[in-house]
């Protein structure tokens, strides 16, 4: 197992970057939540992991936080709900407002995450109910190359499982002047959340 990884920052292209460990590049898929609080590359960072082995592949998933790497591990034991979706859910919501969305039941507000239909935020709130109320009580990749930051939002919008129009609409509606991919995809994300 890789829990952890320390070493400097290489690339960063969402959801994917590369960090250099003793001369190894590892390449992590992570939430938004993590890339945007990530420093530039070049800089030493120290992430959480999980691995992951499938049939016919292998991931790596990096974390900043612990609460959203068990919130990550947590989904995935909800039916229907592969690594994807549960990237989806920690880039467009934080764990805090997770929890509280499903403490409240709130159905309505988690089907306008990415890849969650109705039954599917409604198994969420049944199955993980008790484990994030547990949890709160204890603790407060596109093909070709962007060449701009709305198209890499747009790229990272379709990663999180936006249809590319939608993702296109958001992107456009979200970017601002100035406005680096983080920004714009940040935005539209809470656009798309109603928030």
Known sequence: MIGRLRGTLVSKRAPWLVLDVGGVGYELEVP??????????????????????REDTAALY??????????????????????????????????????????????????????????????????????????????PRAQGKPSSPQEEAVAALQQLGYKPVEAARLARDAMQEGDDAEAIIRKALRAALGR
Request: proline share 2%; charged share 25%.
């Open 32 to 53: 938004m939540s993590t890339l945007y609080d990530l420093p530039e590359a070049g800089r030493e960072v120290t992430l959480l992991t999980h691995y992951a082995i």
């Open 62 to 139: 990096g974390f900043l936080r612990e609460e959203e790497r068990a919130l990550f591990r947590n989904l995935q034991k909800v039916s229907g709900i592969g690594a994807r979706i549960a990237l989806a859910v920690l880039s467009g919501v934080s764990t805090g407002e997770f929890a509280r969305l499903v403490h409240d039941s709130d159905v309505t507000a988690l089907t306008r995450i990415p890849g969650i239909g109705k039954k599917t935020a409604e198994r969420i709130v049944v199955e993980l109910r008790d484990r994030v109320d547990a949890a709160a009580s204890q603790a």
